[in-house]
């Protein structure tokens, strides 16, 4: 999972029993590239909720393909929904940035999942109307 780009599921207890195993020690030789990340991310980065029917997802039509516009929120649960919160591309497990796709590869963060026989426009009227009434 860590070399996947998702670090938070290594705990700090996780790589202490590791570094135990491996017979290295944490104090002579901290590992650095280990600690701080897993640190830094499970203090706060930024993530997105993968769940397309959550409210944190605003969706928008670009040249009729679905995206969603994901609002970056810190923490490990999206505070909407309480789904765990991406901190990379699940496509490629880039870092993120601002916007709907991710700028390494391309795809969107969050997947639709909607039905070949939805109406995509009436679809993100809908959803846009029912977001914006939330706020």
Do not use: W
Request: hydrophobic share 40%.
């Amino acid at each position: 999972m860590f070399e996947s780009g998702k670090p938070t599921k290594l705990s700090e207890e996780f790589v202490k029993k590791a570094a135990a195993v491996l017979e290295i020690d944490l104090a002579k030789n901290p590992a650095p590239a280990v600690v701080s990340i897993t640190a830094a991310f499970s203090e706060g980065v930024l993530g997105f909720c993968p769940d397309p029917e959550c409210p944190s997802n605003f969706p928008y039509l670009v040249g009729g393909r679905l995206v969603y516009r994901s609002h970056l929120a810190a923490g490990k649960h999206c505070a909407h929904c309480g789904e765990l919160l991406e901190k990379r591309c699940p496509a490629c497990g880039a870092p993120l940035n601002e916007g709907a796709c991710c700028a390494a590869c391309g795809s969107g963060y969050v997947t639709p999942a909607l039905d070949e026989s939805v109406d995509v426009r009436r679809y993100v009227a809908e959803r846009q109307s029912a977001i914006r009434a939330l706020a």
